[in-house]
């Protein structure tokens, strides 16, 4: 039983237009949402996160939209730049104690068309 | 600030052979993570630990694999004997008490 969906398993997009990820969890309890960026050949990179308690978090060109009646999330990117291509990762924890552990979802991989 | 190492960075054995990883996480992470993650998935909880002691091992098969972290810094994770369906990227993250988890590299593990 997946806890996090990423629907689409990949996203094509022009240069300078924005990319919009998806993501969608079923278990209510999740208060704290990340996401994270790989490049082949590389280990997971950090890239913004939102607690439950807001419903938008800016970073730059990156802003994660949180609605949590809908148990979904939406990273935004804009502009889209060819760097950006890469595999996207929704990852909330799940909190039991000192267990911090990460429930990943399949992964969105964008490319970045310039 | 050095991230997270890791090191073979690939590895390539035959069934039934052993095979060990190491990982060397960020100073003063108190908390180190190792992942299993195949091709299309994403990474999969094998073991944590916070300082030297286990956390949460319940998706480590113990009948194969080890992990150790000895003095709570750096760790091995031991795969003994290897099957075919351990062909996988192998992550190591350390933390320090937030959600935010940093990656190694990874070791790109194939067994023929």
């Known amino acids: 039983d997946q806890q996090v969906k990423q629907n689409s398993p990949s996203l094509s997009v022009q240069e300078g237009r924005i990319s919009i990820l998806n993501c969608d969890y079923t278990n209510s309890m999740f208060d704290y949402f990340l996401w994270y960026k790989k490049y082949p050949a590389e280990g997971p990179t950090f890239l913004i996160s939102?607690?439950?308690i807001k419903d938008k978090n800016e970073d730059g060109r990156f802003t994660v939209f949180l609605n949590k009646s809908a148990k979904h999330l939406s990273l935004h990117i804009v502009p889209s730049q060819p760097g950006d291509s890469a595999v996207y990762f929704c990852?909330?924890?799940?909190?039991?104690?000192?267990?911090?552990?990460?429930?990943w979802g399949l992964g969105t991989s964008l490319a970045v068309n310039p | 600030e050095a991230g997270v190492a890791q090191s073979p960075r690939y590895k390539i054995i035959e069934k039934r052979q052993s095979v060990a990883f190491w990982c060397n996480p960020i100073s003063g992470h108190a908390t180190l993570y190792w992942y299993q993650q195949i091709l299309g998935q994403g990474p999969k909880l094998l073991i944590q630990f916070q300082n030297n002691g286990v956390v949460d091992d319940s998706q480590l098969p113990k009948d194969r694999f080890s992990a150790e972290r000895l003095k709570g810094v750096d760790s091995t994770l031991k795969i003994q004997p290897a099957k075919l369906e351990d062909s996988a990227v192998y992550l190591c993250a350390s933390g320090q008490g937030t959600y935010e988890q940093y990656f190694g590299p990874g070791t790109r593990l194939t067994v023929t």
């Open positions: 990852a909330p924890p799940q909190n039991a104690g000192n267990n911090r552990k990460l429930i």
């Open positions: 939102i607690s439950s």
